[in-house]
């Protein structure tokens, strides 16, 4: 755009607090997560298993009761490396954001994955929780610092495709 | 259904600052535009329904309240839609159902969006109660998807660089095209910084200011006029979480396709569709939605973009207008597809006209690969 044609313009910062009712499905893993415990829920139709749990299941709209509890390890479902900064995350690139499936879960979450070269991460790779100290831990996720290789044999991802029960 | 037909298309220049121009004024360029091409005046317009992505994209909240003068539709019905990167779509199809339905002669339709005003992938990475703050962007957050596309097809690494390539080599066709890159080959692409795993910097759409508007009739208006007729039309949307949704091949997209295909009495979409504008904000999407929309066999998509098939003189044209990777003012993207479609079938399209396009279709979709807008649309009523 030709400098002349430039409108002026003035910068108008707006800032935005709100506050997260998480609703009694997702308090109940809250509560778990503040205690090292992560807990999914099963849908009574279908047999999904959400983590975090929001109470009901998608596919079928019917509340998720039935409350599992899941392990701290699973695998890779995807993932991508981040190069660029984003603006307002703290975290340095590059970093890998993955799709964590845990064992016995249906569904991924976003996690970091450490402890390994960028270059050997795979799509199946089993992984592990490393957890912050025990007096670090809130109602978050974040009581995980990142996910780390097992070093076991990669799962089929074929195989982490849904069958309806 | 009731016929209708777009007769008007406005575009404004797509640059990534438009400080020329406030946002009224931006899309006041686009509605000039595309009133004076249908041959209608102000007094015509029966009803304004606007489009725009997320209001955290601007900063702008409810800006269809500030806009109400700009867009003409001072006591006229006023309808605002929302379908995250999708909506220029499914604001473009909401329009046409005024017609369809039989309420309303002629509407305006207009979606925008003025990227430079505030910082989209911002907005799109906020940290989220509860989980860590991971979030990069769209370019992040499809980045996987890709990613598994590519170990499910097999397809060789240049894909994506040939995709970016041919979509600026149409850009360059397009004097309203934000990005013109002249002398744009593989090699230029392959050597841009990696942003996010497996995208290059020009496998990735530009952040771009622009509006689109279309102006929709039913016949008595169209009577006489140069139109491309809306045969089939769909909106369909999926869950975010949900278990067994397969986001590198989305059912919802599927449906969607079938259902607009079956409106136009289309059964070989690869042989009577002549050529498509498709919403491909990161290269991989080209192979993706190619077999998602039913013009290629399951993992076979690349190889159409690998033999040409998508080029400008392909057997199936995609996004001769250099498409969401030459330009992109979100809010507006999924409009200038189903614009840019009519234009073809109108014999509009200039330097990017497909040669004897009398079927077209326009797509969009928007969310977390979750909403879908597609339209078919023809020279022939």
């Known amino acids: 755009m030709d400098k002349a044609q430039e409108k002026d313009y003035f910068e108008s910062l707006i800032s935005l607090e709100y506050n997260f009712t998480a609703g009694s499905a997702t308090t109940r893993f809250l509560e778990a997560i503040a205690k090292g415990n992560i807990v999914g829920q099963k849908c009574p139709k279908c047999g999904a298993v959400y983590v975090p749990p929001r109470g009901s299941c998608p596919r079928d709209g019917v509340p998720t009761l039935e409350e599992i509890q899941l392990p701290d390890y699973g695998c890779i479902e995807s993932f991508t490396v981040v190069h660029i900064p984003i603006p307002g995350n703290p975290i340095e690139p590059p970093f890998v954001s993955a799709m964590i499936r845990l064992d016995g879960a249906n569904i991924s979450f976003l996690h970091l994955i450490q402890e390994i070269a960028l270059e050997d991460i795979r799509i199946g790779m089993r992984v592990k929780a490393v957890w912050k100290p025990e007096t670090e831990w809130t109602t978050s996720l974040e009581n995980i610092k990142w996910f780390k290789p097992t070093g076991e044999v990669d799962i089929n991802p074929e195989s982490l495709k849904f069958i309806s029960s | 259904m009731i016929p209708a037909a777009v007769i008007g298309i406005g575009q404004t220049k797509y640059d990534s600052k438009r400080r020329d121009v406030s946002m009224p004024g931006l899309i006041r360029e686009a509605i000039d535009k595309a009133i004076i091409q249908a041959g209608v005046e102000w007094q015509d317009i029966d009803a304004v329904v606007l489009g725009k992505a997320p209001d955290m994209f601007e900063g702008v909240m409810m800006p269809e309240l500030f806009l109400a003068d700009a867009i003409g539709a001072y006591n006229k019905p006023l309808l605002r839609v929302h379908t995250a990167g999708s909506v220029g779509g499914s604001t473009a199809i909401m329009a046409a159902t005024h017609i369809t339905s039989g309420q309303y002669k002629c509407v305006l339709t207009v979606s925008f969006e003025k990227q430079s005003e505030s910082n989209a ?111 089939g039309m769909s909106i369909r949307s999926e869950g975010t979480l949900s278990a067994g949704r397969d986001e590198v091949n989305p059912l919802a997209g599927q449906m969607c396709a079938k259902d607009i295909y079956s409106q136009a009495g289309i059964t070989n979409p690869l042989k009577e569709i002549d050529c498509a504008e498709i919403y491909v904000p990161f290269s991989w999407y080209e192979p993706m939605w190619l077999e998602n929309l039913g013009f290629a066999e399951l993992n076979q998509g690349w190889k159409f973009t690998d033999s040409g098939k998508t080029e400008l003189s392909g057997e199936i044209p995609f996004n001769m207008s250099g498409g969401v990777l030459s330009s992109n003012p979100i809010g507006a993207s999924g409009m200038i597809r189903f614009g840019e479609a009519a234009l073809q079938v109108m014999g509009l399209a200039g330097e990017h006209q497909v040669d004897n396009a009398n079927v077209a279709m326009g797509h969009a979709y928007g969310g977390a690969a979750q909403f879908f807008a597609m339209w078919i649309v023809s020279s022939h009523q």
């Open chain 2, 121 to 231: 992938t911002w907005a799109l990475s906020p940290k989220y109660p509860y989980t860590p703050h991971i979030n990069a962007g769209a370019g992040g957050y499809f980045a996987p998807y890709m990613r598994e596309y590519i170990r499910r097809s097999k397809a060789p690494e240049h894909i994506g660089w040939q995709v970016a390539v041919k979509d600026r080599r149409n850009a360059n066709l397009n004097p309203l095209a934000h990005l013109q890159i002249p002398n744009i080959d593989l090699e230029m692409v392959k050597n841009t910084p990696m942003l996010w795993e497996p995208l290059r910097y020009l496998e990735s759409c530009p952040s771009s200011d622009g509006a689109c508007a279309l102006v929709i009739a039913s016949k008595e208006v169209a009577k006489g006029k140069n139109a491309a007729w809306i045969k």
